[in-house]
């Protein structure tokens, strides 16, 4: 057992040694490929099982039906105007065009929030580049 991790004592089994690469990529648990096995051939009639389920009222088949027909939105791009941002100070009009589409309904507030926080990390690079470059107009 390795001394410098702080729980050593305590883990079963004895830690990677150096170098282990671990797990190969795409290697399944052997649960998985069983289970997956179990269900070869399978698919297509426990999916017209759940789907007669959903539409003879079985509320927890029909969500099942419904989260694969129409997933919840992850990730989708927003597309709303939006000022240059060239300076710091153009980030308060940035934002100001930023809630009133979330106001005006073209965004949500997530996606907002979102936004927001892209605007507040390009506003701090900006920050930092202008830092730097009076730094350098300071330097003899």
């Known amino acids: 057992m390795t001394a410098s991790r702080k729980n050593a004592a305590k ?20 649960v998985t490929r069983a289970v997956e096995e179990l269900l070869e051939g399978q698919a297509e009639a426990l999916t017209q099982r759940a789907i007669d389920a959903a539409l003879a009222g079985d509320t927890t088949a029909l969500r099942l039906c419904l989260e694969r027909i129409c997933p919840p939105r992850k990730g989708r791009p927003v597309v709303f105007s939006l000022p240059p941002v ?10 100001g065009a930023l809630l009133a589409a979330v106001a005006g309904g073209e965004l949500s507030p997530e996606e907002g929030a979102s936004v927001a926080a892209l605007l507040e990390t ?18 003899p």
């Open 11 to 30: 883990s079963p089994g004895r830690p990677f040694e150096p170098g282990n690469p671990g797990k190969p990529k795409g290697a399944r648990h052997r």
């Open 122 to 139: 390009n506003r701090k690079a900006i920050e930092v580049i202008d830092r730097i470059q009076a730094l350098i107009a300071a330097v």
């Open 86 to 95: 060239e300076t710091a100070g153009d980030t308060v009009k940035a934002l």
